[in-house]
């Protein structure tokens, strides 16, 4: 009885006789395909991305994608190392793909985020300036209506607890704070 010779380790012959084997879940096959195939499929990988720690991420993602789809290899189509080094090419190209648009969205969310904080910027500089515009309108009125208008627009006091906080009576309150306000509005260019 005479037995067929062993096919060359790497030879196309070899390949796709482990590559039949992978696909029935062979972990000894896949194994040997790794060692004939990985040098290879790394060296294409890296020329496309360029970065080794990135390229050995990819060349485990292409042996898990190998192992998987063993199946849908076909011997007719094409060659073993043909086959491979295509899915790690695709892997390497996908990364690439990958990490451009991951840039591309934190390029983005910066953008966003510096143009929010200049609104941020601009919205205090316009507060703080509105701010001033009445602090200089206050000084136009009597010491008594800027109390209570602070009490109850920057305080958040109600009249009457303003009329209880400074013992005064309400209708004074009530006076001071419309008096008040009319010549804040005037002094402002308020329409109402």
């Known amino acids: 009885m005479t037995t067929s010779p062993e096919p060359a380790r790497g030879s196309d012959a070899h390949l796709e006789t482990l590559m039949d084997r992978v696909a029935s879940g062979d972990q000894d096959a896949f194994s040997a395909l790794y060692d004939a195939t990985s040098g290879h499929m790394f060296a294409v990988i890296e020329r496309v991305l360029r970065n080794r720690a990135l390229s050995e991420e990819v060349l485990q ?5 190998i192992w ?24 390497a190209v996908d990364r690439v793909r990958s990490v451009r648009a991951s840039r591309e969205r934190e390029l983005a969310q910066g953008a966003k985020e510096y143009q929010e904080s200049y609104d941020d910027v601009e919205d205090t500089v316009t507060t703080r300036l509105e701010s001033e515009r009445v602090d200089r309108a206050m000084e136009d009125l009597n010491t008594g209506q800027v109390t209570v208008i602070k009490l109850a ?5 109600t009249q009457q607890e303003i009329a209880r906080i400074t013992d005064l009576p309400l209708g004074t309150v009530k006076t001071r704070i419309r008096d ?13």
């Open 61 to 65: 993602d292409a042996y898990v994608q």
């Open 68 to 91: 998987q789809n063993a199946g849908a290899y076909e011997a007719g189509r094409g060659r073993v190392i043909t086959w491979c080094l295509t899915l790690a090419h695709r892997r």
């Open 153 to 157: 627009y920057y305080g958040g006091y």
């Open 180 to 192: 008040g306000m009319k010549r804040l509005r005037t002094r402002l260019g308020v329409r109402t």
